[in-house]
């Protein structure tokens, strides 16, 4: 077998590392991911289960926050009905996950939607900035009202970079806990962006979802994808939801995405990943491409 074959076949079986070969650069990987189809066949809309969570939604999240601070993304830009319309465009292609957040300022634009549809056939997934405990807990009431939701499904602290962040902000995790038992939210995490954190998400007992940033060239993620992905490893073998993020590279990939898909389908760590689409069109397309990855 071609060494090139090799790579590419090896990806396909849970815990295979696509960078066995470190000599492998980023545009000889592209290539190879070009040069031959995955051995299984994937859909946007395949129903999978969040690691021991239990929750189960659609393969592919609908992001809403490209570019996203300040209450702003490259979504919000199109309006709460415009933003909704997209939502609901997803849905009717079998998509049930919103992935929303405080700082995308994204929950008005997901309520609109949310009214159109049934609340047991969706996902809702949102983050909190907040590093203290009274903060946390006025953060899962507002967040209720703007989304027009009794409970959420799932609650992460958002782009966490410290080493000891779960020490450091244990009273936010508390509180984070607490919504659990009382049925506010039905699971808990993080969203990593440092690889201190997201080793230290990786051994916490806490984290039961992460949104982790991989992609194949390393574009805007916490380390080197080799490196990532062998943390990754650990949480999945510890029954830890990973939902992917960053997975066209924050535009990196932009024209190589059909290999930045294939490479997230083929590494047998992600339960999900999030892509945010900017129009119906863009929409329709990423769905058709991971079809036919």
């Given at each position: 077998m071609h060494r090139r074959d090799f790579l590419i076949r090896s990806t396909t079986t849970l815990g295979a590392t696509w960078f066995a070969a470190k000599k492998l650069t980023s545009r000889n990987l592209l290539a190879a991911l070009?040069?031959?189809?995955?051995?299984?066949?994937?859909?946007?809309s395949d129903t999978v289960t969040l690691?021991?969570?239990?929750?189960?939604?659609?393969?592919?999240?609908?992001?809403?926050?490209?570019?996203?601070?300040?209450?702003?993304?490259?979504?919000?830009?199109?309006?709460?009905?415009?933003?909704?319309?997209?939502?609901?465009?997803?849905?009717?292609?079998?998509l049930r996950f919103f992935d929303a957040a405080?700082?995308?300022?994204?929950?008005?634009?997901?309520?609109?939607?949310?009214?159109?549809?049934?609340?047991?056939?969706?996902?809702?997934l949102t983050k909190t900035w907040a590093r203290d405990p009274a903060t946390a807990r006025a953060d899962l009431d507002r967040f209720r009202r703007e989304l027009g939701i009794d409970h959420i499904d799932i609650c992460l602290m958002h782009c966490v970079t410290e080493a000891d962040w779960t020490d450091r902000f244990k009273g936010v995790m508390d509180i984070l806990s607490e919504a659990k038992q009382k049925g506010i939210i039905r699971a808990h995490g993080c969203s990593c962006h440092s690889i201190e954190a997201l080793r230290a998400a990786a051994t916490s007992p806490w984290v039961e979802v992460d949104l982790a940033r991989i992609n194949?060239?390393?574009?805007?993620?916490?380390?080197?994808?080799?490196?990532?992905?062998?943390?990754?490893?650990e949480m999945k073998a510890a029954g830890k939801a990973v939902i992917g993020m960053k997975v066209l590279g924050q535009g990196d990939l932009r024209n190589?995405?059909?290999?930045?898909?294939?490479?997230?389908?083929?590494?047998?760590?992600?339960?999900?990943?999030?892509?945010?689409?900017?129009?119906?069109?863009?929409?329709?397309?990423?769905?058709?491409?991971?079809?036919?990855?």
């Open positions: 070009a040069a031959q189809p995955l051995l299984s066949k994937f859909t946007a690691g021991g969570t239990g929750i189960q939604t659609s393969r592919l999240a609908m992001g809403t926050g490209t570019v996203g601070s300040g209450h702003h993304s490259n979504q919000t830009a199109l309006g709460v009905k415009g933003l909704s319309d997209l939502l609901l465009n997803g849905y009717d292609q079998g405080d700082s995308y300022g994204s929950h008005p634009h997901v309520s609109e939607a949310l009214k159109h549809v049934s609340r047991d056939k969706v996902t809702v194949p060239i390393g574009s805007h993620m916490d380390a080197d994808p080799q490196t990532v992905v062998s943390v990754l490893r190589r995405q059909d290999e930045a898909i294939k490479y997230a389908l083929s590494l047998g760590v992600l339960d999900a990943f999030t892509i945010g689409a900017e129009s119906k069109s863009e929409q329709v397309d990423l769905i058709r491409r991971i079809a036919s990855a």
